[in-house]
């Protein structure tokens, strides 16, 4: 449950820094498309999950650059929750197997 919590908050806070850090980069030349932090954050969520829709994408140099550190911190980020899931499950498994070994005569 603690590292749950930990992987949430840390993934809102990069969801957070990647909508403002492509708001700085990208607004000056696409003020249509990254209009605020708010409507930056759809690309943030796009970029982290690396979905990368590709309805709105960076165009500037900095923005380019900034966008590939979000994909691979997107890439380690996501790898954390099927970890903690097969820890879970494992978990659950050796408590269910210890409360059945009756069964194996």
């Known amino acids: 449950k603690k590292e749950l919590i930990i992987f949430s908050l ?9 909508a403002v850090g492509i708001y700085h980069f990208e607004n000056p030349v696409q ?7 708010f409507h ?11 979905v990368g829709y590709g ?14 550190l979000v994909v691979f911190v ?9 970890d903690l899931l097969q820890a879970l499950l494992l978990r659950v498994s050796k408590k269910i197997k210890k409360t059945t070994s009756y069964f194996n005569l």
Do not use: C, H, Q
Not at 40 to 50: G, K, N, P
Not at 74 to 82: A, I
């Open 74 to 82: 997107g890439l380690v980020l996501l790898r954390f929750p099927p």
């Open 10 to 18: 840390l993934a809102i806070f990069m969801l957070y820094v990647s």
């Open 55 to 68: 309805d709105i994408y960076p165009v500037t140099d900095g923005g380019k650059i900034f966008a590939s």
């Open 40 to 50: 930056s954050m759809w690309w943030a969520v796009a970029t982290l999950t690396t």
């Open 31 to 37: 003020p249509e498309n990254f209009t605020d932090i």
